[in-house]
C-alpha cells in the first residue's frame, strides 16, 4: 500500500535553508544580488552560489495514512466500467421455457465525498470517500439470440448500487428490467409496437438484487450475481403496495419456471 504524505502548514522547513513565502520580488536569503534564479534570461542567479541542505524528514511535521485501510482512491477507481452478463430466463410468454441470456454492463463509478465528509450506508456513518456510487448502470443484450446477439428477445436493465471500498463489495445492488418480442422503445424500459402500433408492447418486466466482490487489483467487479423475478418487475427494492418486501419474491436458487417466472445468472465489469 503507498503511504501518502502532506504537509503541514509552515513556511519554514526548519533547516538551514530558508523558503519564502508568498508572492515577492525578494532574492533567495544569502543572494547578495537581491535576485532570484528567475531574474536572469538563464535563469541563474547572479549573486554566487546558494547552497540548499538537504532536510531530515524526521524533523517535518506530516500526517501519514494511519495503515489500517489505503486511501479509498488508491484501493477504488472511479471511472468507466464496462463487463458482461450472462445467466438463465423462464418467461411467462413462453410457459417458464428456460432462455439463456447474454449481454452487455456499462456503468459509472463516482466517488461520494472527502474523508472529511459522512455518508450512512445501511445505517452506519462511514466516510464519502470510501463509497463510490454506481451511476448511470445499464445492462443490453438478448435472451435466446444468436452468436451475433440477433433474434430471440432483447431486454434493457438499469443498475443501482453503493460499492464500499474497503470491504470490497456492492451494496443495495438491484436491477429493473424491461424484455420484448420485437424491438425496445427509446430508453429501453418499453416495448415498441410491431405493426402499425398493433399488437404492440408484448413483453415482460423483472427486478432483483444485484451482488458483486471488488477487486482493487484489477479494478475489475468480480464474482458478480443478478436474480430477477417478473412478480416485482420494474420495483425499485423499495416495500410494496401490500407491505411486502421484495426479496420475498425472489427464488434464492433462481430455480424460476411454470409456478414462478424469473432468471439469475453472472456479471462482471472492469475498469476502463
Known sequence: MRAFFRLVAGCS??????????????????????????????????????????????????IVGDGNTAAADELCKGGQYNGTFTGNYSSHLIA?????????????????????????????????????????????????????????????????????????????GWIECTYCVGMLADGGMACQPLINGIGGGIGGTFSGPLTANYDTKTLSFTMGTWNGAEAIGLNDGGTLVDGSKPQDYILADGGYGITAYGGSGMWNATWQ
Open 13 to 62: 522547513l526548519g533547516v538551514s535553508t530558508f523558503i519564502a513565502c508568498g508572492s515577492s520580488n525578494q532574492g533567495f536569503q544569502g543572494d547578495p544580488g537581491g535576485t532570484g534564479p528567475g531574474d536572469n534570461e538563464g535563469g541563474s542567479s547572479s549573486g554566487g552560489d546558494i547552497s540548499f541542505d538537504a532536510p531530515d524528514f524526521a524533523d517535518l511535521n506530516l
Open 96 to 172: 417458464g421455457i428456460p432462455l439463456s441470456v447474454s449481454g452487455n454492463v456499462d456503468l459509472t463509478l463516482k466517488q461520494e465525498g472527502s474523508a472529511n465528509m459522512t455518508c450512512m450506508l445501511v445505517g452506519e456513518a462511514t466516510k464519502c470517500s470510501d463509497l463510490f456510487s454506481l451511476q448511470d448502470g445499464t445492462i443490453t443484450g438478448v435472451a435466446n439470440g444468436d452468436d451475433a446477439g440477433q433474434g430471440g428477445y432483447p431486454y434493457f436493465c438499469t443498475m443501482t448500487g453503493t460499492l464500499d471500498c474497503p470491504k470490497g463489495i456492492l451494496v443495495n
